[in-house]
């Protein structure tokens, strides 16, 4: 039998004693047991007197002659038992149990009769005995009502505590035991503790987490000074354990909802809240919850029970699993959030900003707050604090500019960086490399299902384009590289309404590079650089191509990644009159478009072929329009020239000088000439001659719808048709 460690429950259980005693004394008196019967098939009345003689120091069996004195004697003993109730310590966890749960001395008796099975097995034998049945170990309704009420009265009282809706049941602290058909009614249920409470009870010394596979139990222990929030708004939570202890019922006190994105340390401020309150922290993932096999409404009561019994505090993350495909709050999220809100310890939600948790949480006491993505020099001081001596000044300035993190990502990312150092068998502090790479994995990788990211392995020397032109891209790259610094130390941020992205357009011909540079910028910044496909975005049923957008724009928020629409004339098209349903739609996909990139922090940028098509309500909300013209022939005797690798086999007779001068190309047609003559040389199985070039680009002016002619190709004519 287990250490209770409480002369109370000790008590107790002798009182228990003393009635199951007396009940079987009474029944045998009233003969409805006989000394031959086959009891249960069967438990002898011998087997039952050793069992009791344990607690009540009887003697042998009891003489049936003797039975009525007997049940005097033990009457008197109960109300012993009863007074002695009054004298034992008040601080046992029995009565802390009772206090917390407002259990009445009935609703106590109960509970204790469920407690005994996991006390002592010889319990399971009486009650089997006293259930008349072998099979039924466990205490019943019936039995309940014939040891701890007297009369009619009593029993009609106790019978409303033992219905399912009871407190007793409602609470978790008992659990029913499923009826047989045999014994289909309310009087033979049955019922057993719950694990937590028995653990509670007993003192175990392991924590009752270990009994709930969905909770994290943690002991605060960590102050303020692990959290990093502004001035203002940090005041306000540290007041809030004052607040919360100074609530009398759970009515009055808040739920704590926290709005933020992953990363920002919800966990250490709810930690410290608790710290601040004397209370443990019981962590519990909605996502695990609500994916349980258990049924939501026994995993939420015993979850709730556990942290009754602790007195802790209970921080519910993952809520996205609360909203339905939708974005809907599911009937399943206001059924929990309505248990969690008669909580009488503190409850801690957090949601995305995009969840719809107003909707969930509408009409209900909380005190909510919204914790922002820290500013450029919190963050640069962050990557200092968190990075020590592998982060520089230079370096700290360079990542807080290209990563928007909160300290939760900054401090995984110095972590990776550091275990990625010790990979490579390298010292332990991180280079700025790994530092970058570290970074860069903890950008949110969702976008990559909703657009395809550009693997680009250019460099600024691979770009030929006119002076003018580089000098744009340039400034862009300098714009995308220092706009935190303008917007957060020079202030320029209170200057501006809505978003502080930057928004580019690249307007030219196809092939003049557009893809190719802002692929170099990325590189060049160390961020990743996305191409939205048109085709998985764009929609016929209403409402879903905004869906779309909203998803890729969130997602390359959080993500830290250049936006890359190409032909984007097809999606941001000039608005035209409405004369149907269809041009209405169309016109509301546009507007959709203009919000979105008016309030987009991130890099966007524009490619279109036809700027011309392109809405006037976009071209004014450009930071950079940069016009890629076609290359003129100084330029394309360079493409042509850079299009062949060094150690390509290339032979002495191709005459770039009359490639580049006699076809007014874009470099994206010269790259598949260049590829298509390389092909035909190792069929060949010798070097790209002139031969094999000749074909290839008479092919590409047949595709453009143009035939090749003897007076174009001058000398070389005659290779034209070679391949054919």
């Given amino acids: 039998m287990p250490d209770m460690n409480g002369d109370y429950l000790q008590n107790e259980l002798q009182r228990l004693d003393l009635l199951l005693h007396r009940e079987i004394l009474r029944m045998r008196a009233h003969y409805q047991l006989s000394l031959d019967e086959f009891r249960g098939l069967y438990v002898s009345d011998q087997q039952v007197d ?13 003489d049936p002659n003797e039975l009525t004195d007997s049940v005097e004697l033990t009457n008197r003993a109960i109300e012993l038992h009863q007074l002695s109730r009054t004298l034992l310590a008040a601080e046992d966890r029995w009565s802390s149990l009772q206090h917390q749960f407002e259990l009445t001395e009935p609703e106590m008796d109960v509970l204790l009769l469920a407690l005994a099975l996991e006390i002592h097995p010889k319990y399971e034998t009486l009650f089997a005995y006293l259930n008349n049945d072998v099979t039924r170990k466990w205490p019943t309704s019936d039995l309940a009502l014939r040891l701890f009420a007297e009369d009619v009265e009593a029993k009609l009282k106790l019978r409303e505590l033992l219905l399912p809706s009871s407190r007793l049941f409602s609470s978790g602290l008992l659990h029913p035991v499923p009826l047989a058909a045999e014994h289909a ?9 719950a694990p937590e409470a028995c653990h509670y009870l007993m003192h175990f010394s392991s924590p009752l987490g270990k009994i709930n596979d969905h909770l994290t139990r943690l002991e605060p222990h960590s102050g303020w000074e692990q959290v990093s929030l502004p001035p203002a708004q940090r ?39 608790c710290a601040g309150l004397r209370k443990r922290l019981l962590m519990v993932s909605a996502e695990r919850a609500r994916t349980t096999e258990e049924p939501i409404r026994r995993v939420l009561q015993s979850i709730l029970l556990e942290q009754a019994l602790e007195g802790a505090g209970l921080y519910l993350y993952d809520c996205d699993a609360l909203f339905g495909a939708e974005g809907a709050p599911t009937a399943e999220a206001h059924a929990i959030v309505a248990a969690l809100e008669d909580s009488k310890d503190p409850v801690f939600l957090t949601f995305d900003p995009h969840a719809r948790w107003p909707e969930l949480l509408l009409g209900r006491h909380k005190l909510v707050f919204v914790l922002e993505d820290p500013g450029f020099p919190e963050r640069r001081r962050l990557w200092k604090e968190l990075g020590g001596a592998a982060v520089s000044d230079e370096l700290a300035d360079d990542l807080a500019n290209r990563f928007v993190f909160g300290p939760g990502r900054i401090r995984d990312a110095i972590v990776m960086a550091r275990d990625r150092c010790a990979l490579q068998g390298q010292d332990e502090t991180p280079t700025a490399e790994d530092l970058l790479e570290g970074a860069r994995a903890q950008s949110d990788q969702s976008l990559g299902k909703l657009a395809s990211p550009v693997r680009g392995a250019h460099a600024w020397s691979d770009l030929v384009l006119p002076p003018s032109t580089l000098r744009q891209i340039q400034e862009i790259k300098s714009a995308m590289q220092f706009r935190h610094r303008v917007y957060s130390e020079w202030g320029f941020d209170q200057r ?4 502080k992205g930057l928004k580019i357009l690249f307007s030219g011909p196809a092939g003049t590079g557009k893809t190719m540079t802002a692929g170099i910028i990325a590189r060049d910044l160390g961020l990743d650089l996305y191409k939205i496909d048109l085709s998985g975005i764009v929609s016929k049923f209403i409402g ?10 969130r997602a390359s928020r959080s993500g830290n990644a250049i936006l890359f629409f190409d032909e984007a004339d097809a999606l941001f098209g000039k608005r035209s009159e409405v004369k149907d349903a269809h041009d209405r739609y169309a016109n509301i996909e546009v507007a959709y478009l203009l919000q979105k990139m008016e309030e987009h922090d991130g890099v966007v940028i524009l490619a279109t072929n036809l700027s011309k098509n392109m809405d006037d309500a976009f071209s004014r909300r450009m930071h950079y329009v940069v016009e890629f013209p076609l290359p003129n022939a100084v330029h394309r005797d360079r493409l042509w020239r850079g299009m062949f690798p060094p150690q390509a086999p290339l032979s002495d007779d191709v005459d770039f000088k009359f490639l580049s001068e006699q076809f007014p190309l874009p470099g994206g047609e010269i790259r598949n000439i260049v590829l298509s003559a390389a092909f035909m040389a190792a069929q060949d199985g010798s070097a790209i001659h002139m031969r094999h070039l000749v074909p290839a680009l008479g092919r590409m002016m047949v595709k453009k719808g143009k035939l090749p002619s003897a007076t174009e190709f001058k000398q070389y004519h005659t290779w034209l048709a070679a391949r054919d």
């Fill in 50 to 62: 050793a069992l009791l003689h344990d607690r009540t120091n009887s003697s042998e069996a009891v």
């Fill in 185 to 193: 009614v309310s009087l033979s249920s049955g019922f057993h503790p």
């Fill in 235 to 273: 005041l306000q939570l540290e007041r809030l354990p004052n607040i919360l202890s100074h609530t009398s019922c759970c009515k009055e006190r808040p739920l704590i909802v926290f709005v933020n994105h992953y990363g920002m340390g919800t966990e250490q401020i709810v930690q410290a809240i």
């Fill in 496 to 499: 501006l309404v809505s978003g």
């Fill in 544 to 553: 879903e191509t905004e869906k779309n957008l909203d998803r890729i724009f």
